[in-house]
């Protein structure tokens, strides 16, 4: 759960279901940060993404479990929106519904059925909030 209250927390919420990239930050075992922009899925409680089991990302997983994860602003300074938490790794299993009604345009334009999408990204990644900032 977003720890934001109010207008904050309504803007938020809208647009962690619309939204299509968000971008994740993790860190690798000597201390660099690297993003990827990732498709997610925001369940309000917790964010689901897929991803490459030789990614960069999930080896980084591997050494900390910590993250962060935001989405593009207006360009002006505004809609900003950061979240920390931590993350776990494990097989993708079932692909929710909601997920696959996100990004069918998506997978579509890159060739990727639901079935091939899950087996090329294989490995699911589970956030857990633990602080959101709004601009």
């Known amino acids: 759960m977003l720890d934001l209250e109010g207008p904050a927390r309504e803007a938020a919420e ?3 279901r619309d939204e299509q990239i968000a971008w994740i930050t993790t860190v690798r075992a000597d201390g660099q940060p690297q993003s990827s922009p990732v498709w997610f899925l925001w369940d309000g409680d917790r964010f689901l993404v897929y991803s490459e089991p030789t990614s960069g990302k999930v080896a980084n997983l591997a050494s900390s ?5 935001h989405l593009e602003g207006d360009g ?4 900003i929106l950061t979240i920390e938490g931590t993350a776990t790794t494990g097989p993708a299993g079932e692909t929710p519904a909601a997920y696959l009604e996100k990004y069918a345009q ?6 990727l059925t639901p ?3 899950v087996q090329q990204y294989s ?10 900032r709004a601009w």
């Open 106 to 111: 998506g997978m579509e334009a890159l060739g």
């Open 14 to 16: 809208a647009r962690l």
């Open 65 to 69: 479990d910590r993250v962060s994860l």
């Open 115 to 117: 079935e091939s999408m």
């Open 76 to 79: 002006r300074g505004g809609r």
């Open 123 to 132: 490995t699911a990644i589970r956030i857990t909030p633990t602080r959101a």
